[in-house]
DNA sequence: TCTGGGGTCCTAGGACCC
DNA sequence: TCTGGGGTCCTAGGACCC
């Protein structure tokens, strides 16, 4: 129907409970076992298959504490954010879905878009194919959506994943509007790409529940009320494209590099507080470092936890930098100058954090008014030395002593599995009888 | 007791300028 | 009853995403 039709369709492809799959596919013994997958720190489920949603009924970033004592009766198998085994498996999905179009767009760790305009073939079918080489190749199960624009493939997506009738492939392309429209009037308009729970709240108020009503509503007006985005989405649900696919090989230049997280257990002292904020900065330097670029300016904060309600309190600051630079240890001594600033005693601290701003690319920069540049080679050489050394012998082998030896605020992961795939040492032995290092079995074809 | 981290874009409002 | 007006830049905050 759709094949000699030169109107652009676009698939969107995901794996399903991407973490969870991951971990299942280094465990075969879990193929049918509830898996669920923690946040930084052990402190949320982000991430769990199908079994183990059931099982929980849990929802989206849910604090695990509250799930522990069920989830551990029924016997669900738990694993911390192991996210350079989950980086690996996404560039192996990825790859194999360049097979299948010459523009594919990677917009997260588990998801892509595809441009499928003028694919000479029924699209449903296509889209099993896909489905079942990332299978084979990868083993990770995906579902697939066809739709005219980004937000449609968006929504063929989801009901590929959650209407079982769709086999994991759906295409909007292939409906008629009667059809169509039955679809969507089943749907919460929440389930659209780009309408979040307060947007939801809002356009409920004005008796927009399903996305078949948000489809009809009046562009202009809901512009006016809701802003350009919804505008723009209303748009989208009526086949107009107003997204384009963003194919570039170039990853777009960061904004910000943000380095933060919560502290194992609560901390009170400045000391603490000084290492867990070097650390953030080292962090952030090497981040800043890999993408070419300068910052102008660095934020920190320091909070205790916001579930603290009548005690919260939030020290925050940002200084601007004599002059753009890169430099791990310029950068850890503004970050704790501020820190000194907006420290505050007998505080129970739950987390840091610093965020560099005013990012511009590294090359061609001019120097300041003095002529001066904090970027002279002795500074440029060592941080070569710095990430070399690191990148060689593993992070956190070369560090500031202000980050500490003995790290009381580092964080949790109780749960973490091995890494499978980045580390020789850690690679999968199905034979306890062999010797280190020499990994057989089914885990073997992805090496 | 325990509650993720890393981003983007848009908008409103204030500061500042002529 | 009046206190100009219009433009730009910056920032904080809100909303969204995975």
């Given amino acids: 129907m759709s094949t000699h039709s030169n109107k652009t369709v676009y698939a969107l492809a995901d794996v399903n409970s991407m973490y969870a799959s991951c971990e299942q596919v280094f465990r075969p013994d879990l193929k049918n076992s509830p898996i669920v997958v923690l946040s930084n720190n052990d402190g949320c489920a982000i991430a769990q298959n199908q079994l183990a949603k059931d099982l929980l009924g849990m929802h989206m970033a849910q604090p695990w504490h509250e799930l522990e004592a069920e989830g551990k009766r029924l016997g669900v198998k738990v694993?911390?954010?192991?996210?350079?085994?989950?980086?690996?498996?996404?560039?192996?999905?990825?790859?194999?879905?360049?097979?299948?179009?010459?523009?594919?767009?990677?917009?997260?760790?588990?998801?892509?878009?595809?441009?499928?305009?003028?694919?000479?073939?029924?699209?449903t079918e296509y889209g099993h194919l896909?489905?079942?080489?990332?299978?084979?190749?990868?083993?990770?199960?995906?579902?697939?959506?066809?739709?005219?624009?980004?937000?449609?493939?968006?929504?063929?997506?989801?009901?590929?994943?959650?209407?079982?009738?769709?086999?994991?492939?759906?295409d909007l392309t292939n409906l008629n509007e009667t059809e169509?429209?039955?679809?969507?009037?089943?749907?919460?308009?929440?389930?659209?790409?780009?309408?979040?729970?307060?947007?939801?709240?809002?356009?409920?108020?004005?008796?927009?529940?399903?996305?078949?009503?948000?489809?009809?509503?009046?562009?202009?007006?809901?512009?006016?009320?809701?802003?350009?985005?919804?505008?723009?989405?209303?748009?989208?649900?009526?086949?107009?494209?107003?997204?384009?696919?963003?194919?570039?090989e170039i990853p777009l230049e960061a904004k910000q590099v943000l380095s933060s997280r919560s502290f194992g257990e609560r901390v009170t002292e400045l000391k603490d507080i000084n290492e867990a904020i070097s650390f953030h900065a080292t962090n952030a330097c090497q981040r800043l470092r890999k993408q070419g670029l300068y910052a102008n300016t660095v934020y920190a904060f320091i909070q205790n936890s916001p579930f603290d309600k009548a005690t919260f309190?939030?020290?925050?600051?940002?200084?601007?930098?004599?002059?753009?630079?890169?430099?791990?240890l310029r950068i850890t001594q503004a970050a704790l100058w501020l820190v000194k600033r907006i420290y505050s005693p007998n505080i129970y601290y739950q987390k840091a954090g610093i965020m560099l701003g005013g990012l511009v690319p590294k090359e061609g920069q001019q120097l300041d008014l003095l002529g001066y540049t904090d970027r002279d080679s002795k500074s440029e050489n060592l941080m070569i030395a710095l990430d070399g050394i690191n990148k060689k012998y593993g992070r956190g082998t070369l560090k500031l002593a202000s980050e500490g030896i003995d790290k009381t605020w580092r964080?949790?992961?109780?749960?973490?599995?091995?890494?499978?795939?980045?580390?020789?040492?850690?690679?999968?032995?199905i034979n306890s009888n062999i010797p280190l290092g020499f990994p057989l079995g089914e885990n073997l074809k992805l090496l």
């Fill in 313 to 328: 309190y939030s020290g925050n600051e940002t200084i601007g930098l004599p002059s753009p630079t890169d430099d791990t």
């Fill in 180 to 248: 169509l429209n039955s679809l969507l009037e089943n749907l919460q308009v929440s389930k659209v790409w780009g309408i979040g729970s307060r947007l939801e709240v809002k356009l409920n108020n004005v008796g927009i529940h399903t996305v078949a009503r948000l489809r009809k509503a009046n562009p202009k007006r809901i512009r006016d009320a809701f802003g350009v985005l919804v505008e723009r989405t209303i748009k989208e649900l009526n086949g107009e494209v107003w997204l384009d696919l963003d194919d570039s």
């Fill in 130 to 170: 896909i489905r079942d080489t990332v299978k084979q190749w990868t083993s990770l199960p995906i579902c697939v959506g066809f739709g005219h624009s980004k937000t449609l493939a968006k929504l063929a997506n989801h009901c590929a994943k959650k209407q079982p009738i769709w086999k994991g492939v759906c």
């Fill in 411 to 429: 964080m949790r992961r109780s749960f973490k599995s091995p890494n499978y795939m980045g580390d020789f040492l850690e690679l999968p032995l």
């Fill in 79 to 123: 694993f911390s954010s192991n996210y350079e085994l989950y980086a690996e498996m996404s560039n192996r999905f990825i790859d194999t879905l360049r097979e299948f179009s010459p523009r594919v767009e990677v917009y997260s760790i588990d998801e892509c878009f595809l441009d499928m305009t003028g694919i000479n073939k029924p699209l």
